[in-house]
């Protein structure tokens, strides 16, 4: 019986302070909007997208945004619960998030289905729910595709011209961005992300409380870049928000300048899906560190690790240095990330040679993975923990076919995922090692690939179980000819492109990256190519 629990906060909020929280007066706003975040506090403050909302909305002088996050029942602003605001939005970043929507509701006084809510409208956003809103149609009104800024204001301005947003919920069906159930919707995206939302004024939490420390750590999050085009074929976020854009280096620095005075912090987050990609990365970082400030980053691509790029890191912090080679060459290259394993070694003896630890990700199931396969795989990691025994870690998840990627179509089968993580366990014993979950894999590929039917199953989870048959029920691969839960949803990509890319992967041909190879028109009308 798989259930979700929800905890009771461990901590007292009483003990945390925070600096650059928006007050208003409730009494001279028109609108007031609570940003709902479905996970803890920590993760809530490390997410670049969530300061976002509450900024963009708050620079509005007609409209107050306040915070609640889980498990709190009530505003972090005014102590106000859900139903005492005119819209409630949530920004979700994983599926497991999904559980946590029906309790959020019933905490603050709502129901959770909305055609049996009455009070605020509720609308929803975040790259899962870009790719698949079916599952939780249930619960929401209204759902952003794509990127917040360009669609947020009008949906804004509409509410305060509706008398009951709700009720009226046609009136926003021809917002370009805005998906309501079962309307056709195309994804929208900044196009200069000099003109994004650039929060300077981030929310500083002042405690000692671990729990509520940001998972990134104490550090300013600067919006380097959005969007990646290098095609790797398991990774939904490439696909939903190409093409890369950037921000201009002048920019960057101006923001890191204003945000760490505004913050206090002296240490600058690059954040982006390809931030180590940023074609002047290693004049940022310089930059950055001139002006005496540490520079981390979350995530970063084994091609673009320099050097040049680990020292800036190192001087920020940096212990330990996360890569991803995600499986053995010949799958690697099936999944469109040519990465040789000369390199994969290269940049590991570099990094474990300036004293880094290194982690390694890696993905079991990729479509066609033998046996052998499994075995080159264990060889692979044993020779890169052999380079320096205890320096190097791996974790190993597995593979979850996504929505808007060429896997779309293939199915989960949680005991076949099993057996392999079983295999693979036994040929890297005494390695360290972190496996992830079958089951958990499972629960997450029928949430992003589900339809309304799975809302059920969202409820029925976060109040008491469902056995673990019933998700399995919804786990099967899916007929390329038949239409596809989510076809409602237009991420901008040409209409036959994925099934030319499940082709090629099925034939283990590559589609080199556009940015050093030429476009091949992935989509029909790309940002890149206008300006
Ligand atoms: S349309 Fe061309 S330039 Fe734009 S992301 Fe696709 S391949 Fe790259």
Redesign the pocket.
């Known amino acids: 019986m798989e259930q979700f629990k929800c905890h009771e906060p461990k901590y007292n909020l009483m003990e945390l302070r925070e600096y650059n929280v928006i007050i208003k007066n409730p009494r001279r706003v028109d609108l007031r909007v609570a940003s709902c975040y479905p996970s803890p506090y920590s993760t809530a403050m490390s997410s670049l997208g969530y300061h976002i909302i509450y900024h963009f909305l708050n620079s509005r002088e007609d409209t107050w945004c306040e915070r609640i996050i889980h498990p709190h029942r009530r505003s972090f602003e005014s102590g106000s619960p859900l139903r005492d605001f005119d819209v409630v939005s949530f920004t979700i970043h994983y599926e497991e998030d999904y559980f946590r929507i029906p309790a959020m509701f019933r905490d603050g006084g709502l129901e959770p289905r909305r055609d049996e809510r009455t009070g605020p409208l509720v609308i929803a956003g975040g790259p899962c729910i870009t790719s698949n809103p079916l599952p939780l149609s249930d619960f929401i009104d209204l759902f952003i595709i794509g990127e917040a800024e360009p669609v947020l204001d009008m949906v804004m301005d509409r509410c305060l011209e509706l008398d009951d947003p709700r009720r009226e919920i046609d009136e926003f069906r021809d917002i370009r961005g805005v998906y309501v159930p079962d309307s056709p919707a195309e994804r929208v995206i900044v196009e200069n992300m000099d003109e994004a939302c650039h929060p300077v004024r981030q929310i500083v939490p002042v405690t000692d409380d671990r729990s509520l420390t940001p998972s990134l750590g104490r550090s300013f999050l600067l919006g380097v870049s959005r969007g990646c085009?290098r095609g790797c074929r398991f990774c939904m976020s490439g696909y939903l928000y190409?093409?890369k854009r950037e921000t201009s280096l002048r920019k960057l620095i101006d923001i890191s300048e204003r945000g760490c005075e505004a913050t206090g912090y002296s240490k600058v987050s690059l954040i982006g899906a390809a931030a180590s990609d940023y074609s002047r990365i290693d004049e940022l970082c310089n930059e950055l560190v001139d002006m005496g400030l540490m520079v981390s980053m979350p995530s970063l691509r084994i091609e673009s690790v320099t050097p040049e790029l680990m020292e800036a890191l190192i001087r920020g912090g940096l212990k330990t240095i996360t890569m991803a080679p995600e499986s053995t060459m010949k799958l690697r290259d099936r999944l469109n990330k040519p990465i040789t394993d000369s390199m994969v070694f290269e940049k590991t003896r570099k990094a474990l040679e300036m004293g880094l630890r290194v982690k390694m990700y890696f993905l079991i199931g990729a479509p066609g993975e033998s046996r052998e396969d499994l075995e080159e795989m264990a060889r692979l990691m044993r020779d890169l923990s052999e380079i320096r025994r205890g320096r190097v870690s791996f974790s190993v998840n597995p593979l979850i076919p996504k929505p808007h990627t060429p896997l779309q179509w293939e199915g989960y089968d949680a005991r076949e995922m099993k057996q392999r993580i079983r295999f693979l366990g036994r040929l890297v014993r005494g390695l360290p090692v972190r496996m992830g979950s079958p089951r958990g894999g499972l629960i997450q590929h029928v949430l992003s690939t589900g339809g309304p039917e799975i809302g059920e199953l969202i409820e029925r989870a976060s109040l008491s179980g469902v056995p673990v048959r019933e998700w399995e029920a919804h786990a099967g691969p899916r007929d390329p000819c038949a239409r596809l839960p989510w076809h409602n949803i237009s991420v901008g990509l040409r209409e036959d492109f994925l099934m030319e890319e499940y082709i090629k992967m099925k034939d283990d041909r590559l589609t080199p990256w556009?940015?050093e190879s030429g476009?091949?028109?992935?989509?029909d009308s790309?940002p890149?190519?206008r300006h």
């Open positions: 085009s190409r093409p556009c940015e476009c091949y028109g992935c989509m790309c890149s190519l």
